[in-house]
């Protein structure tokens, strides 16, 4: 079954510090693969998605994910966090140009001054 | 444009009691989705709409869970009765037609119902 892992639940960087989220994936064919952002009491918000076009994917506010199918990796990245990016990310699956997505169950990040 | 618009924003219930949400879809989005978000975990699909026909409920429990989607624009999803488990964000999401481009693959994400059954 398809299903994907976020390695922490939590991770707290300093402000300025590398921003390093970690997504694998399990499946037998090439995914859709989304990152989403959720701030507090609010719904997801699309920050990047890969659909088997470049493997290194840059996405709204400074964030970056690249694709890596030796290893069913789609890491998240910034270079440099901001205190505006605390808030919880969440990985996810698609296997269909139209199917439900499949999410893994969170990173809270926070950002310390 | 306008987002997907979802009402009420919090519910609070005692069990056995019934409930309803609903959800307005972006303007001429085809797909709709309901979610089921619990307290420390990922969105979990309910059920898919393709215009006003299901294309997937395998997950919905449907012993106590339906979903409309009447005219293929809003939908309503409700809950009878209702149990403690069933605490969550109820988040819905709506997709352009397949085809539309880049645009295909995202769905987008109202801000969801907050419901406490106590």
């Known amino acids: 079954a398809q299903s994907v892992t976020q390695l922490g639940s939590h991770v707290s960087v300093s402000e300025g510090a590398l921003v390093l989220l970690r997504c694998n994936y399990s499946?037998?064919?090439?995914?859709?693969l989304f990152w989403y952002v959720q701030y507090p009491n609010q719904g997801l918000q699309l920050l990047l998605k890969?659909?088997?076009?470049?493997?290194l994917v840059k996405g709204i506010n400074g964030f970056e994910a690249e694709f890596k199918k030796s290893e069913t990796s789609f890491h998240l990245t910034k270079p440099s966090a901001h205190m505006s990016d605390a808030a919880e990310y969440f990985c996810?699956?698609?296997?269909?140009?139209?199917?439900?997505?499949?999410f893994g169950k969170g990173t809270k990040l926070s950002v310390k001054p | 444009e306008a987002g997907v618009a979802q009402s009420p924003r919090y519910k609070i219930i005692e069990k056995r009691q019934s409930v309803a949400f609903w959800c307005n879809p972006i303007?001429?989005?085809?797909?709709l989705y309901w979610y089921q978000q619990i307290l420390g975990q990922g969105p979990k699909l309910l059920i898919q709409?393709?215009?006003?026909?299901?294309?997937?409920d395998s997950q919905l429990p449907k012993d106590r869970f339906s979903a409309e989607r009447l005219k293929g624009v809003d939908s309503t999803l409700k809950i009878q009765p209702a149990k403690l488990e069933d605490s969550a964000v109820y988040l819905c999401?709506?997709?352009?037609?397949?085809?539309?481009?880049?645009?295909?693959?995202?769905?987008?994400f109202g801000a969801g119902t907050r419901l406490s059954v106590l």
């Open positions: 999401a709506s997709s352009p037609k397949p085809g539309q481009g880049a645009q295909k693959n995202i769905q987008y």
């Open positions: 499946s037998s064919v090439p995914p859709y």
């Open positions: 890969y659909t088997s076009a470049a493997t």
């Open positions: 996810a699956v698609s296997f269909l140009s139209q199917g439900n997505l499949i």
């Open positions: 303007s001429g989005h085809a797909t």
């Open positions: 709409f393709q215009n006003n026909g299901v294309v997937d």
